[in-house]
Every structure is written in structure tokens, then in C-alpha cells.
């Protein structure tokens, strides 16, 4: 009679040699269950593919650790990958990771950290570029001009994002109480935000001229098939925009990159918020910000700015200039 083998059942947390790609994928299931956006299903696909690439396709995730990790980090950092692009991998990997722990598919948890580095001054349009690329197009210039020319105004006005942008109708933007609706928005959120005067004039010619005849449910800035406009079409576009008016960007290196970047607008429209002292709660919500964090970010990196002016508006210079201060104690001698 043979002899049994005996065997132990282990609990399926135990059994911790499944392929990193399958258990990635189960990942992105769970992920979507929860509604992520197609470009974070994206841009988390981008990031794992990063990893994949650096420690193989084969790879088990019990074979994954810190040192994994570290010298996952090193390898980006020997390519040249900046620390800004580093972290952004490195968070979205965390997140992943971090699942897996939950899951305990990970023998031993450990903390990932991100890289500590000197945040770059948040770079803005001055007041000289700002003219230029307002100027209003010739009265022949094409669909894709004077539809790029209205987005400026529209994100200068609103501090939209592209992608905010690419999704408004027909139907939510309405002229007469000079409100219009974001219903894409990164926090998942539903905005009803105001317009000035001079944006509402602006779209108004802008509709007449070239979405006269669209529907309410078609796309208040498409692309010239009427189609929905992306928003790497749009800063493309941008890009030639500036260019043709003189607008460029020079790296650090000194070289003309010829490539302006398009949300540099929607921190222009923070800062000139901030500097006409627009309060700060306002512009969170104008800006879609879940917390105060960002938008506290706007006002310490613009504060020498907002320094300018402030004996106008503050209380207590205002009230010495009006009464003068008594001195009634005298100095030390």
C-alpha cells in the first residue's frame, strides 16, 4: 500500500507567489469598481509598467520587499528620471503595494516614502505674454485659432483644467445668468462657476461665429470635426498658439523648448486672483480643490507678490496713517 504524502492546507493569504501583472490587474478591477477615471486607470497602468519593466514580468510578489523598492528608485534616479516624475511613479506603486499588504500577499509590510526634493517655483504668464497671446485673432483666422484664443480667456478667467475644458456642452454654459456648469471635474465633483463680463462677450462671439448651429449636447470647444476636443489636442494647439505670438518657454538649460504649457494659465488666473485680493476660499473653489493645501501653496509662493501694496489693506497701517501713533514710552537709554 503507498504511503500518503501528508500535506498542510494553507490559507490562501499564505499562498503569496502570484504574478505581480495578474495580481495588478485584480487591482484595476477593484480600482474601477470604485469609478477611477479612464486617465488614472491610465496613468496607474503607466506607472506599474515602469516597475514591471525594471524587475520582470515573471516576478512573484512574494519576491518583492524594500530593497525591491530602493533599487527600483536608484535605477530612475541613474536614468535621469526627475524627482517629480520619480514620486508620481512611486506614489501611484505605493498605492498598489500597499493593496497588496492589505491583502496580506506581502510578508513583511514596510513604508515607501517619497523623495524629498526643492519644489520649482510654479511658473506663471507675465503680464507681456499675457497681452500677446490675448491679443484677439484676425477677423480671417481659422476655427482652431479663435477657438484656442477663447480657451485663454475662458481658463484666465475660471482657472479651468484642460481636461475640465474638453467636457463642457453647449448646455452648460448660460450667458444670460453668466454661470456655467463643470461637470468633469478631478474631484468627481459638479462646479457652477461664475464668468465675468468680458468672458461671457468673448464665448458669445465665439458661438455665434463657429457653434452656431451646434446642439445642446454637443462640445462647446471641439476639434474641427465637431468631435470631441482631447486635451493633448488641446495643448498641442496651444503650443502652436503661443509660438505664432512669440510666447516661449526656455528650460533650464537655456534652450527654447517651444512647447508653452497650458495649466501655466490656470496658475496665472490663481495668482492674479490672489493679487486683486480674491479670497483665498473662493479660489479653492473655483479651482475645484478638495482642501486648502493647494491653494495655501498659491499664496506662499506668490507671497512676495501679495507683499506689494499691503500697507493699503492692512488695519493697522491704514488706522496709523489715519491717527498716528502716540508714543508715550520712551527708549532704554
Given at each position: ?8 492546507i ?26 477611477i ?185 471641439c ?12 495643448r ?78 492692512s ?9 498716528g ?9
Open positions: 500500500m503507498a504511503t500518503r504524502t501528508k500535506t498542510t494553507k490559507r490562501a493569504s499564505q499562498c503569496n507567489d502570484f504574478l505581480l501583472n495578474d495580481l495588478f490587474e485584480k487591482y484595476i478591477i477593484e480600482k474601477n469598481a470604485h469609478n477615471s479612464q486617465a488614472t486607470e491610465q496613468s496607474y497602468r503607466n506607472s506599474f509598467n515602469k516597475f514591471i519593466s525594471f524587475v520582470g514580468e515573471e516576478k512573484t510578489i512574494d519576491l518583492v520587499n524594500d530593497e525591491t523598492v530602493f533599487a527600483w528608485i536608484n535605477k530612475m534616479k541613474s536614468d535621469g528620471t526627475k524627482i517629480i516624475s520619480l514620486n508620481h511613479y512611486l506614489r501611484e506603486m505605493r498605492t498598489f503595494l500597499y493593496w497588496c499588504m492589505n491583502k496580506e500577499l506581502i510578508k513583511n509590510d514596510f513604508k515607501i516614502k517619497l523623495l524629498s526634493f526643492q519644489e520649482e517655483t510654479i511658473k506663471t504668464y507675465s503680464e507681456e505674454e499675457q497681452n500677446a497671446i490675448l491679443e484677439k485673432p484676425h477677423k480671417d483666422a481659422d476655427f482652431v485659432e479663435w477657438r484656442t484664443y477663447t480657451v485663454i480667456g475662458f481658463v484666465l478667467d475660471c482657472g479651468a483644467r484642460a481636461s475640465t475644458i474638453c467636457n463642457i456642452k453647449m448646455q452648460d454654459v448660460n450667458l444670460q445668468t453668466g454661470y456655467i456648469t463643470f461637470s468633469h471635474t478631478k474631484n468627481k465633483k459638479a462646479q457652477r462657476v461664475p464668468m465675468s463680463s468680458a468672458l461671457i462677450d468673448a464665448i458669445h462671439f465665439y458661438i455665434c461665429e463657429w457653434r452656431n448651429n451646434a446642439l445642446p449636447d454637443d462640445y462647446l470647444f476639434n474641427v470635426g465637431e468631435l470631441k476636443l482631447t486635451p493633448a489636442a488641446l498641442l494647439a496651444f503650443g502652436k498658439y503661443c509660438m505664432k505670438r512669440g510666447v516661449v518657454r526656455i528650460n533650464k538649460r537655456g534652450e527654447l523648448e517651444g512647447k508653452s504649457n497650458i495649466h501655466g494659465l490656470r496658475h496665472t488666473f490663481a495668482k492674479g486672483y490672489l493679487l486683486n485680493n480674491g479670497n483665498t476660499f473662493k479660489l479653492q473653489q473655483l479651482l475645484g480643490h478638495a482642501t486648502l493645501d493647494m491653494t495655501r501653496k498659491y499664496v506662499s509662493l506668490f507671497g512676495e507678490d501679495i507683499k506689494d501694496g499691503h500697507d493699503d489693506f488695519p493697522f497701517s491704514m488706522s496709523k496713517k489715519a491717527n501713533l502716540k508714543k508715550t514710552i520712551k527708549r532704554a537709554v
